[in-house]
């Protein structure tokens, strides 16, 4: 498999630490607020790698973290605690804030069909791991305390920059607030922050009592449940500077090592073309989505639809999300799960008997494809291109109507393990009837319906048989006469 | 409301530390396992405390925490970590095991309508705040440091003993286990213990690499989330000793005050009259439970069903799940729920009109009873019975068909706050059919049949009418003909 790497800003086959498996670690949210489809961009993307590591036989870690304390408003050294500030307008403690937006985030995130990551460690669960690295970082003398808080000396890090690619003047002429006058260089960052003692978040340390920078956490807990080198670090491109060069300085100048062997940065969202902002009204929130309550949105959206459209495009790539892109993505989505379906329900009454070798030669070379399209840097679109193909070839067996028990059931195994497994839009079982409703209780009643539909046609009181027609199509269900029957569906 | 207090072995006024305000800490679950019968006992009598609480008024905070640390296999300070013996035998993290049943836990409480905690801190999440508070006891001069380990002298705190009622000697002949020779006096607790290198959970403190002991991650998350004193500590009777003492050696020492105002300790559950144990086959995990698959139970159980059981004991009473109070207690809950629901259906098509006094001056009075009963140290048992009588009221005055909007209003609005927000068995809303079928959609369907039952006897059809009735009744819709109408259930 082919990655790229932002690191050496080119495609490179994947060779992880250790044989056989994997370490991921994404930087996960700041829980100061309920997810939005920035998040989901993210967070759909780097599930989809670790299926993909997964399907491909790798034994994977996923580790995403939790921030919840230390990310200041101003992304960088100055500003207040995004949660402390939250917690202040929602009059709740930060951690009880902090416990309330985790929840949220892991609902959307079950929604999405995001695989939970392993573990999910929490900043504020890992202050003495933190403290323990700012000190090996003293010690190695590339860290300087000043007036309780403690700096990290981006001078004596050599390899400064080589992530975001910028240069020490760029980031000094980029330092856009007032510096403080205890850092030796504007470029420097802060390591461990002095609390003011009203700080509703602060821990002692050999420094005084504060609280760690926003930056350190990642590299702490990275090392702690991935190794010293880990694997794969994936995150937003906004990350990539100051964040993720931070990290870079933090862990190699603490472990003299190689922090990270692959870096992955996903693009931006968009919103009808621009920047999601709260004063823009275009600033959509996942469980806005899924409800339609948004102005700009003019349905509610299945959540499998929102990944349908990510998946579309390739992560690196930026993602415009309009009601259109949306509608667009459901009805691909729909396409799909109609497919899937279908083969299905044809299974139950299919005859026995072998596999069409032709079928099999074809879905093989799906396969491959679909493979071959994963293995370069993880193209989305063009393994749900693949899907739509097998969805073709679906239909035209399925209007031919001799296909075995055998053959039906490699085309459903391959939908499962490369639409469901890898992909995450595929599920292992529907509801017939939608999200929520007892399948068979309403296929009997259906049945039972369409039944008496018959039996009425056979008298000829054609009264009755158009009114159950027509209180079944109020109700939401469509009725279509085929040769071998009637079938229904669901509007 | 009067609380009975463990530590003054009496029933007593419950006045907060803060007026209007209550905070509650409740022993959380040591997520090495997935959450069975005893935890839903306890969870579930904290959760009405918590919810009662707040009908009454008080601003309440819920902590609860997650132990996934320190939790040595002898509930002791000998063994190893509960957690790392099962991670190893699972081959996960240590973390990794924690997060999977800490999901779990949530998943089954959420199942049993239990409120979430506001916060849910985790021991490794307070490993600081651990070692601060032993800098403390040290300082203080009632813990000392014996070869990397800390141990809580008890001799030097005075009031050892004085929740669970057990002297010094009792203690030292209960001791069971060989006594580390680091010890002091046999009585004497850890609260840090030194690891071996090879431990997997470890972290650096002034006294070594080590873990902190099992009592001390309450003593302080309770106190960084509710301060000094907390109002209400809640948990398993088998925590009152030595768990809990050892709470109050720690925090009492260490902050010269008052730990807890009031002391408050479930009682335990048996299965089939005996204790729960692994080696006996009765050992149900809750998810065991909600979908019957143990050899002890004849069926899946409505996770309300379970709460009802619950709730019809009192919480300091001993609790004997079986299949047949499990199906005693889910004929309780249906009968509840099925007057909520004819209730609510009848409101739809009531006449306009005032709410009739006579039922009025009846719901104030099932209120009053109500209350009497939850106010003497939460006797559910007397709540539901009161609810009982709100549920014959109900059947009376719907089989009367006077009832106007306003008098159904009263009763609905009853039911959903003491049944409801209180005891947590009343929904707002409910899935005619069960859970998870989309209610509307069956109506409809139901209905058509209905009608063309309807039709079919009028045309003197009755093979067909007949038929339909059959049909139904196999797909699990049963049809009851009253004078007003046909009305229909499912099984």
Known sequence: MQLYN?????????????????????????????AHLGHAKSYVSFDVLVRYLRYLGYATTYVQNITDVGHLTDDGDEGDDKLAVAAQKEKKHPMALAEYYTRSFFEDMDQLNCVRPDISPRATGHITEQIELIQTLIDKGVAYEAN???????????????????NTDEMISGTRVEVSPDKKSPTDFALWK???????????????????GWHLECSVMSMKYL????????????????????????????????????????NMVTVDGTKMGKSLNNFITLKEAFTGHHERLTR???????????????????????????????????????????VRKALAAATEGDLNPAIQAQLTAFKARFEEAMNDDLNTSVALSVLFDQVRLTHTLLSEGKATQATLHAIDDQFTLLGGDVLGIVKSSYNQAGAGTDDSLVDKLVTL??????????????????????????????LKDTPNGTDWSLK
């Not at 048989?465 to 109700?475: Q, T």
Request: aromatic share 12%; charged share 25%.
């Open 6 to 34: 932002s690191l050496s800003r080119r495609k490179e086959e994947f060779i992880p630490v250790k044989e056989g498996q994997a370490g991921v670690y994404v930087c996960g949210p700041t829980v100061y607020g309920h």
């Open 148 to 166: 309780g808080s403690v700096y990290f000396e981006v001078a004596k890090f050599e390899g400064y920059g080589k992530l975001s690619g910028r």
């Open 194 to 212: 002095k609390a003011e003692a009203n700080h509703i978040m602060q821990w002692p340390s050999p420094w005084g009592r504060g609280f760690p």
């Open 227 to 266: 190794g010293v080198t880990i694997d794969i670090h994936g995150g937003g491109l906004e990350n990539k500077f100051p964040h993720h060069e931070c990290e870079i300085a933090q862990s190699e100048a603490a472990n003299e090592a190689p922090f990270v062997k692959y870096w992955m940065h996903n």
């Open 300 to 342: 509610a959206y299945d959540p499998l639809a929102v990944r349908q459209l990510i998946l579309n495009s390739h992560y690196r790539s930026p993602l415009d999300f309009s009601d259109a892109a949306l509608y667009a993505a459901l009805s691909g989505y729909t396409r799909i799960t109609e497919a899937v379906q279908a």
């Open 449 to 478: 319906l369409i039944d008496q539909r018959q039996h009425a046609r056979k008298a000829k009181d054609f009264a009755t048989s158009d009114l159950i027609r027509d209180k079944l199509a109020e109700a939401g269900v469509e």
